[in-house]
C-alpha cells in the first residue's frame, strides 16, 4: 500500500544516552523521508553527544564513545535537519512519547527553532498498542510475517526505522478499510487521522507541564464554541496552580513564570510559556 500523503512523511528513531528528556543526549538519528509522490530519500547520522556514552548504553546500542567522538555534534547538524524536515510530518515506534521530545530539546538547544506545532506525529506503537498491545518486535513479526531479529540488528537506529517503516505499511494494510469484519479497528490512509489516533493526551507541551483544559465561566459551566465543542485554554498539570489556566497564573503570580524558566525544566515547557506569555501581553496591551 503507498502512504496517501499531502506533504513529506519523516518515519525516524532516536538512539540516545539515556531515557532524561533533560540531560540525555541523541546519538544516532536515522530517517527516511517519504515524499507524497512515493520518492524515499534516507538520512543516518552518528552525533557527538558532547558527554560520555555509558557502558550499558553501549551493550544496547553497539554504539561507543570512539564511534562518535569524532562525529558533529547536533548543534552542528540541528540547521541542516532542520531544513530536511521543514514541511513535513512525523511518524516513529514511540515517538510522541519520547523521540519528538527529545528532539525537540536537541533543536532547541542547538538554537533551532523548529516548531513541531505545525506537524502532524504519528506513533506506530500507539496505533499498535491501541489495536494489538505488543512490541516492536511483536508488532513486525505481526505485521510483517516474520522475525525481526532474522531481518534486523536489535536497538539501531536505522535498523528499527526500516522496521517502524515496514510495520506502518502493514498496519494500513491490515486495517484498510474493508480488510476485516470488526467495524473498530479500520484505520484510514490518511495522516490527520493517524496523527489524531496516536495522540494520547491533550498536552501542549511535550512534556505534559501544559495541557488542554475546558475554558469555564464564573459559575464553573463549560464554555462552548460555534460547533458546540468545548472551548480549550491552556491550564497547568502540576504544583501549586495544577489545573488553573496559564493566562490567568501569568497574571496573579508572574513569578511563577520565572521561577520555571529558572528551574529543571525542559526547554520546550519554556519554549511553549513563554509564548503563551507574548501571547498574552499583546491581547492585554
Known amino acids: 500500500m503507498k502512504l496517501n500523503l499531502t506533504k513529506p512523511l519523516v518515519i525516524f528513531d532516536l538512539e540516545t544516552t539515556g531515557l532524561d528528556l533533560v540531560k540525555d543526549r541523541i546519538i544516532q538519528i536515522s530517517y ?19 558527554k560520555p556514552i ?17 562525529k558533529p555534534t547536533f548543534k552542528q547538524l ?92 502493514g498496519e494500513l494494510d491490515k486495517y484498510a478499510p474493508g480488510a476485516n469484519e470488526d467495524p473498530e479497528k479500520v484505520l484510514e490512509n490518511d495522516m490527520n487521522k493517524l496523527a489524531e489516533f496516536s495522540r494520547v493526551n491533550n498536552n501542549v507541551d511535550f512534556a505534559g507541564r501544559i495541557v488542554w483544559g475546558e475554558m469555564k465561566d464564573r459559575n464553573g459551566n463549560t464554555l462552548l464554541d460555534e460547533q458546540g465543542n468545548p472551548r480549550l485554554t491552556e491550564v497547568f498539570n502540576f504544583g501549586k496552580h495544577k489545573g488553573i489556566p496559564v493566562a490567568d497564573v501569568l497574571h496573579i503570580d508572574p513569578g511563577y513564570y520565572s521561577w520555571i524558566l529558572s528551574g529543571d525544566f525542559t526547554y520546550n515547557t519554556k519554549q511553549v510559556l513563554t509564548r503563551i506569555r507574548l501571547r498574552e501581553s499583546k491581547l492585554n496591551g
Do not use: W
Not at 555509558?54 to 569524532?70: A, C, F, R
Not at 530536511?84 to 538554537?111: M, Q, V, W, Y
Open 32 to 50: 527516511i523521508k517519504v515524499y507524497p509522490d512515493g520518492h524515499e530519500e534516507r538520512g543516518n547520522e552518528l552525533v557527538n553527544p558532547e
Open 78 to 169: 540541528g540547521a541542516m535537519l532542520a531544513e530536511k524536515f521543514t514541511g513535513c510530518d512525523f511518524a516513529g515506534f514511540n515517538s510522541n512519547h519520547f523521540d519528538i521530545p527529545l528532539l525537540a530539546e536537541e533543536f532547541l538547544r542547538a538554537g533551532v527553532d523548529f516548531d513541531f506545532s505545525k506537524c502532524k506525529m504519528i506513533d506506530a506503537q500507539t496505533i499498535f498498542h491501541k489495536m494489538e498491545r505488543r512490541n516492536l518486535a511483536a508488532a513486525y513479526k505481526f505485521y510483517c510475517g516474520r522475525k525481526m531479529e532474522e531481518d534486523f540488528e536489535a536497538h539501531r537506529a536505522d535498523q528499527d526505522t526500516e522496521a517502524t517503516y515496514r510495520v506502518l505499511m
Open 54 to 70: 555509558e557502558p550499558m548504553i553501549t551493550q544496547l546500542t553497539g554504539i561507543s564513545n570512539d564511534d562518535v567522538k569524532d
